[in-house]
């Protein structure tokens, strides 16, 4: 088996073989946003912190998540939380064995995404 000759062919599919589908689309958005909310999580939580501890390391990092930086990286931590929202919808659809085929299953991953913003512009607008 060692001897074969392989050549200068990849041991497996990469990204660059396929086309981007509607499904591998939501399903890595839907890693980069979980990973994207647990570090903004991980900096809210160092805002709670730094309000139990007094008024010098709160400024300091009151400051950070308050700036526009701050705001976007809040913004777009709620879009992923509503994103995370409507895809798990989806999937509780695809467990109950519905909107499985092809072209229902790129109708709700355009649906997702439109969820997801129209339901994050809901939000902003009432808070």
């Not at 981007?20 to 939501?26: A, D, G, L, V």
């Not at 730094?50 to 709620?78: E, K, Q, Y």
Request: hydrophobic share 50%; proline share 3%.
């Amino acid at each position: 088996m060692s001897d074969v000759n392989r050549g200068d062919r990849p041991l497996s599919p990469h990204l660059s073989v396929y086309r981007p589908q509607m499904s591998m689309i939501t399903s890595i958005t839907h890693r980069i946003t979980g990973v994207g909310m647990t570090l903004a999580l991980v900096w809210i939580v160092w805002w709670f912190l730094a309000l139990s501890t007094g008024p010098n390391s709160f400024g300091a990092i009151d400051g950070s998540l308050t700036s526009w930086f701050g705001i976007l990286v809040l913004v777009g931590s709620l879009w992923a939380l509503s994103y995370h929202f409507c895809n798990g919808i989806r999937h509780l659809f695809w467990d109950m064995g519905y909107c499985l085929e092809k072209e229902t299953a790129q109708k709700t991953g355009v649906a997702v995404f439109a969820a997801s913003v129209v339901l994050t512009i809901v939000i902003l607008l009432i808070a």
